[in-house]
Antibody, heavy 120, light 108 residues
């Protein structure tokens, strides 16, 4: 079965670091970009950035550039989203999604989401 | 940044009725780069339509997408109980890729 499996919910304090993961299975992980999308409580979807696992080429939305780091380890079919110093405003659900970039572009496969709660 | 504005914010309809959801872009978007997603409470979004009008695998034909340039529409011809959810449009034509703020389709 083709799927993206994300790591479990996290509860952190402001200033702490965090790395969440997204593991692809059932397809050639290296050759499909993985995007990250934030959904703050009760709000809409925001695209954060994207990585091409085969060469780790990464692009960020300006809103998230410098705030997070996206990486991937193609040997274990896993993409990551990390923070060096969390803020309360980072509290959200974070989704990874597989990008189809052919004639059309779209996210065809989504992870189940990782809830990150940042609270003192 | 290219802004997508969805309307209405909330659509109150009964099962069997037709739903028409609008997504308006602040600048032109190529048809190839406009997608629609459905999100149910507590669940991840799922792809409905890509390339403006192509249904994703397994999506029933009561869902249809149309439009061009700055105006795009998702139509649900006859609402089924499982269609009550939030719908988002997304554009990939201009970085940063952006989503509309969503339209909630609720039971009247």
């Amino acid at each position: 079965e083709v799927q993206l499996g994300q790591s479990g919910a996290e509860v952190k304090k402001p200033g702490e670091s965090l790395k969440i993961s997204c593991e692809g299975s059932g397809y050639s992980f290296n050759y499909y970009s993985i995007g990250w999308v934030r959904q703050m409580p009760g709000k809409g979807l925001e695209w954060m950035g994207i990585i091409y696992p085969d060469d780790s080429d990464t692009r960020y939305s300006p809103s998230f550039q410098g705030q997070v780091t996206i990486s991937a380890d193609k040997s274990i079919s896993t993409a990551y989203l990390q923070w060096s110093s969390l803020k309360a405003s980072d509290t959200a659900i974070y989704y990874c999604a597989r990008l189809i970039a052919a004639q059309d572009y779209y996210f065809d496969l989504w992870g189940q989401g990782t809830l990150v709660t940042v609270s003192s | 940044e290219l802004v997508l504005t969805q309307s209405p914010g909330t659509l109150s309809l009964s099962p069997g009725e037709r739903a028409t959801l609008s997504c308006r872009a602040s600048q032109s978007v190529s048809s190839a780069f406009l997608a629609w997603y459905q999100q149910k409470p507590g669940r991840a979004p799922t792809l409905l339509v890509y390339g403006t009008s192509s249904r994703a695998t397994g999506i029933p034909d009561r869902f249809s997408g149309s439009g061009s340039g700055t105006d795009f529409t998702l139509t649900i011809s006859r609402l089924e109980p499982e269609d009550f959810a939030v719908y988002f449009c997304q554009q990939f034509g201009t970085s940063p890729w952006t989503f509309g703020q969503g339209t909630k389709v609720e039971i009247k």
